[in-house]
């Protein structure tokens, strides 16, 4: 006989305007955008755009390279004054305009290699405005645990807040 395992969700740290939970190994971040899905979309996959909103507050984001097809590259670099650069990489896995794509998401920590893993961000339409679901595929309950011990909940949601301000400059 097989046993059903489910995935329990437990809050982490969500926020007025979003979501953080986390199922079995994957860390999930929502939050509803008061702009349309393509301009959404945009803002994640233009080069031009990213930079205006890409990392926590008094972070500056280079995009060294971004190539939004399946197996095309993507490379940030992170720059702040209190800190070395941190560089994110990956691979776009796949594309679907303007509903979602998902890529690889790595970087690199000192003394212990490159981290991360595949993640999916899927953009629902909701009529003029635009559900964002960002789900980090982590693996294992540690992973995740390391992931948000870093800080990166509170850095996503300032991202997510600087993207907020962006979208609506139209």
Do not use: C, N
Request: hydrophobic fraction near 35%.
């Amino acid at each position: 006989m097989g046993s059903t395992m489910t995935a329990t969700r437990i809050d982490r740290g969500s926020t007025p305007t979003t979501t953080i939970y986390s199922e079995g190994g994957d860390l999930v971040f929502e939050r509803t955008f008061d702009a349309p899905r393509e301009r959404v979309w945009k803002a994640f996959t233009d080069p031009e755009i990213v930079p205006r909103w890409w990392g926590p507050h008094g972070t500056t984001t280079t995009v060294a390279e971004m190539d939004v097809r399946p197996g095309g590259k993507w490379r940030y670099v992170s720059s702040a004054a209190d800190r070395d650069d941190v560089v994110f990489y990956g691979e776009y896995l796949s594309i679907t305009p303007p509903e979602g794509f998902e890529w690889t998401f790595m970087f690199d920590v000192e003394g212990v290699g490159p981290q991360g893993g595949p993640e999916s961000h899927r953009f629902e339409d909701l009529g003029g405005k635009t559900r964002v679901i960002s789900v980090g595929h982590m693996g294992s309950t540690e992973m995740l645990e390391g992931a948000l011990a870093s800080g990166m909940a509170k850095g996503a949601i300032e991202t997510w807040d600087r993207l907020e301000a962006v979208l609506a400059e139209g």
